[in-house]
């Protein structure tokens, strides 16, 4: 049998199956194919958060406020001496933010 043929009739139909969901699931990141953020999407959604964080508060710091790591769990930053929690989501299907 040639090489990457399933000569197995169950594992040739979940193959299929899986050919016929694949669209549901890549349409969406189709989106930000020539986005400079399309790697982020690739991450699981705990470290897009983080990495959210550290967008803002690099954008934050460009922009000449000062920004400093927040001192406990429920503050990410310090912005300008004011405690912030940053929260980052990108559109979900519904073209809706959740977060």
Known sequence: MPRGTVGDPDVRLLAAIAASLE??????????????????????????????????AGWLAARGLSVERGPDAECDRLIEGRRVEAKFSTPWRSRSYTF
């Open 23 to 56: 669209l549901d699931y890549t349409a969406e990141d189709d989106v930000w194919r020539d986005s400079p953020f399309a790697w982020i999407k690739t991450h699981p959604s705990r470290q897009v958060g983080k990495i959210g964080e550290q967008l803002v």
